[in-house]
């Protein structure tokens, strides 16, 4: 009986520590959609973990962030409910949904975040955008 409340404590603990590493994450996705509005690709690529720069190039990357604007300019991102939280071997991976509008077609994105230190960094980025 003496290892139910341990067992909480522990639960809890874990739980308030996924809910402050989901809104730092949060934060750093927040900042890259703000970038993207502001047509900052600098600020955006630097907010992208580095081994997904080793995985695709930095000037991938950038043609990526750029496709949408070919459709309108970013007007919007709105941060969808429901988020993914994985924690690995202490890497904690973070996958949210955004809808952003550019001109006036509405996407469906989503962000992968994964801590580099003690910082988020993006790691993946999809969109359902056809071009």
């Given at each position: 009986?003496?290892?139910?409340?341990?067992?909480?404590?522990?639960?809890?603990?874990?739980?308030?520590?996924?809910?402050?590493?989901?809104?730092?994450?949060?934060?750093?996705?927040?900042?890259?959609?703000?970038?993207?509005?502001?047509?900052?690709?600098?600020?955006?690529?630097?907010?992208?973990?580095?081994?997904?720069?080793?995985?695709?190039?930095?000037?991938?990357?950038?043609?990526?962030?750029?496709?949408?604007?070919?459709?309108?300019?970013?007007?919007?991102?709105?941060?969808?409910?429901?988020?993914?939280?994985?924690?690995?071997?202490?890497?904690?991976t973070v996958s949210l949904n955004y809808t952003t509008t550019y001109g006036d077609t509405e996407f469906k994105d989503e962000i992968i975040l994964r801590n580099e230190g003690k910082d988020f960094k993006v790691y993946g980025y999809s969109t359902n955008?056809?071009?």
């Amino acid at each position: 009986m003496k290892a139910l409340p341990f067992f909480a404590a522990l639960l809890l603990v874990i739980t308030f520590s996924s809910c402050k590493q989901t809104k730092q994450a949060g934060i750093v996705a927040d900042q890259f959609y703000e970038f993207l509005m502001q047509k900052n690709y600098d600020g955006a690529i630097e907010l992208i973990h580095s081994d997904a720069l080793m995985i695709t190039a930095k000037d991938d990357w950038l043609q990526l962030l750029q496709n949408k604007e070919s459709i309108g300019k970013m007007k919007s991102f709105e941060r969808n409910m429901g988020v993914n939280t994985k924690i690995n071997n202490g890497v904690t991976t973070v996958s949210l949904n955004y809808t952003t509008t550019y001109g006036d077609t509405e996407f469906k994105d989503e962000i992968i975040l994964r801590n580099e230190g003690k910082d988020f960094k993006v790691y993946g980025y999809s969109t359902n955008a056809k071009y």
